[in-house]
């Protein structure tokens, strides 16, 4: 095969964008039988370039990223469908995959809550082997999808079903760990947001432990209900905040906490979040997991300015104990491995 010798930028980008375009528009031959000499060919080429380091906000560098990491070019074409990098990376899907890329990389990754089933396209930019999402509220033959990056609902334009018969190293299932459907265990078990809503979180996380071998990868991504916009409702951030707003006002600078206990059952802060305690929430995945990192991220500073003496005052009237550190830590990404 033909390797590029050294280029600067524009003759590289040049050669990036032919084999790009060779491949999105033969693509689909390698679905039915083995990839032709010139597609695994444009796939070698394209592996051998770097990737540049924002290949996660850019649909051309993450079609170069996912020949680049693919454990096997072959698969990866068989997998390899254009118009999903192009809405992945546009929806935000490749953001996260691309944050823990070194426990996904020629993996087997289980996505817990993966809501409907954007991120399995990510996962496969970044490397992974093969991704298996569930979710028990998947609408598997609807194209709705939750665009990230403008945090509203848009049209994805395929189903969960049909990128499920389509790429054979996706399984998308309208399910969740509890329910005991899966007989296999994962080189990596990823929950995105999702351990936040988890209402039954002891039992959650205990279910995941069948689901693990002995090097098995556990990442846990953390929304603090107690940080300013752990209500998750707008506003997310200080600068959106409209202080006339009457939703607002409900939950800005940390009222949602005192609002939490006297809502109705049917509010989402007793219906879909726990309200668990950072300290609390260490604990019960200790219970179950050995934890090899535990790395808490303040909120935005515009929003931990905003936390006054009067403020701590107001919120430790509904929960006495509260720390500073925990009005003011926004997320908390873990890392653990399955007990001995």
């Given at each position: 095969?033909r390797?590029?010798?050294?280029?600067?930028?524009a003759?590289?980008?040049?050669?990036?964008?032919?084999?790009i375009?060779?491949?999105?528009?033969?693509?689909a031959?390698?679905?039915?039988g083995?990839?032709?000499?010139?597609?695994v060919?444009a796939a070698f080429?394209?592996?051998?370039?770097?990737?540049?380091?924002n290949w996660?906000?850019?649909?051309?560098?993450a079609?170069v990223a996912y020949?680049?990491?693919?454990?096997?070019?072959?698969d990866?074409?068989?997998?390899?469908?254009?118009?999903?990098?192009?809405?992945?990376e546009?929806?935000?899907?490749?953001?996260w995959?691309r944050?823990?890329?070194?426990h996904?990389?020629?993996r087997k990754v289980?996505?817990?809550?993966?809501?409907?089933?954007?991120?399995?396209?990510?996962?496969l930019v970044a490397?992974?082997?093969?991704?298996v999402?569930?979710?028990?509220?998947?609408?598997?033959d609807?194209?709705?999808a939750?665009?990230?990056?403008r945090?509203v609902w848009?049209d994805m334009g395929?189903t969960?079903?049909q990128i499920?018969?389509?790429?054979?190293a996706?399984?998308?299932?309208?399910?969740?760990a509890?329910?005991?459907?899966?007989?296999?265990?994962?080189?990596?078990?990823?929950l995105?947001?999702?351990?936040?809503?988890?209402m039954?979180?002891?039992g959650s996380?205990a279910?995941?432990t069948?689901?693990?071998h002995?090097?098995?990868?556990v990442?846990?991504?953390?929304?603090?209900?107690?940080?300013?916009?752990?209500?998750h409702?707008?506003p997310?951030h200080?600068?959106?905040l409209d202080?006339d707003?009457e939703?607002?006002?409900?939950?800005y600078d940390?009222?949602?906490?005192?609002?939490?206990?006297?809502?109705?059952e049917?509010?989402?802060?007793?219906?879909s979040?726990?309200r668990?305690?950072l300290?609390?929430f260490r604990?019960?995945?200790?219970r179950?997991f050995?934890?090899?990192?535990w790395?808490?991220?303040?909120?935005?500073?515009s929003?931990?300015?905003?936390?006054?003496?009067e403020?701590v005052?107001r919120?430790?009237?509904t929960?006495p104990?509260?720390?500073?550190?925990?009005?003011?830590?926004?997320?908390v990404?873990?890392?653990a491995?399955?007990?001995?």
């Amino acid at each position: 095969m033909r390797k590029r010798g050294r280029k600067n930028r524009a003759e590289l980008d040049i050669d990036i964008a032919a084999d790009i375009a060779v491949i999105d528009a033969r693509y689909a031959e390698s679905r039915d039988g083995e990839p032709s000499d010139e597609l695994v060919e444009a796939a070698f080429r394209l592996s051998l370039v770097e990737p540049r380091k924002n290949w996660a906000n850019d649909a051309t560098l993450a079609k170069v990223a996912y020949f680049h990491f693919a454990p096997d070019l072959e698969d990866a074409l068989r997998n390899y469908d254009p118009h999903l990098v192009e809405i992945s990376e546009r929806f935000g899907y490749i953001s996260w995959p691309r944050r823990i890329q070194e426990h996904v990389r020629g993996r087997k990754v289980l996505d817990v809550g993966c809501g409907f089933g954007g991120f399995g396209v990510g996962f496969l930019v970044a490397g992974a082997a093969s991704y298996v999402g569930l979710d028990p509220s998947m609408d598997l033959d609807s194209t709705a999808a939750k665009d990230k990056r403008r945090r509203v609902w848009d049209d994805m334009g395929i189903t969960p079903r049909q990128i499920t018969e389509t790429l054979p190293a996706i399984r998308l299932l309208q399910s969740s760990a509890e329910d005991g459907g899966l007989d296999e265990t994962f080189d990596t078990i990823a929950l995105h947001n999702v351990t936040e809503h988890l209402m039954d979180l002891e039992g959650s996380l205990a279910s995941l432990t069948k689901l693990c071998h002995p090097e098995t990868v556990v990442v846990l991504h953390h929304h603090n209900f107690y940080s300013w916009n752990g209500h998750h409702l707008p506003p997310v951030h200080a600068e959106q905040l409209d202080v006339d707003n009457e939703r607002h006002q409900q939950v800005y600078d940390w009222r949602h906490i005192n609002a939490a206990p006297d809502v109705p059952e049917t509010h989402m802060f007793k219906r879909s979040l726990n309200r668990v305690r950072l300290d609390d929430f260490r604990a019960v995945v200790e219970r179950h997991f050995d934890v090899v990192e535990w790395e808490e991220t303040p909120s935005k500073d515009s929003s931990v300015a905003r936390l006054t003496p009067e403020i701590v005052a107001r919120v430790r009237a509904t929960v006495p104990d509260i720390t500073e550190r925990e009005l003011t830590i926004n997320t908390v990404l873990v890392v653990a491995r399955p007990q001995a």
